[in-house]
Nanobody
Framework: QVQLVESVGRLVQAGDSLRLSCAAS????????MGWFRQAPGKEREFVAA????????YYGDSVKGRFTISRDNDKNTMYLQMNSLKPEDTAVYYC????????????????????WGQGTQVTVSS
């Protein structure tokens, strides 16, 4: 089975940038659709971004469009989330997720599309 491990989260200032990574092991994720979700205290887990297995198709939640960029390096079996212009409302636990079906098209904003999840990493954005 695939194991997904997010990089250690950080406390950052509003307007700052941060890159998260998601390292996969156990299986190659080169044929997997991948996604990022986040969950703030007392709120539902929210879709952030997704990327198809090819890297050609990307998807973003409305709240992060224009600020976050998802990418992947299949040679390193790793996915990334570049977060720019961070806001306090971005504070959440961020989870990476993997969809081994590699379907195209697929439903990237739906949690049920993903079979494997990382443990989550805390990102806190101060005012």
């Amino acid at each position: 089975q695939v194991q997904l491990v997010e990089s250690v989260g950080r406390l950052v200032q509003a307007g700052d940038s941060l890159r998260l990574s998601c390292a996969a092991s156990g299986r190659t994720i080169s044929s997997y659709n991948m996604g990022w979700f986040r969950q703030a205290p007392g709120k539902e887990r929210e879709f952030v971004a997704a990327i198809s297995w090819s890297g050609f198709n990307t998807y973003y939640g409305d709240s992060v469009k224009g600020r976050f960029t998802i990418s992947r390096d299949n040679d390193k079996n790793t996915m990334y989330l570049q977060m720019n212009s961070l806001k306090p409302e971005d504070t959440a636990v961020y989870y990476c997720a993997a969809d081994p079906s590699g379907n195209y098209p697929y439903t990237p904003r739906v949690r049920g599309s993903y079979d494997y999840w990382g443990q989550g990493t805390q990102v806190t954005v101060s005012s």
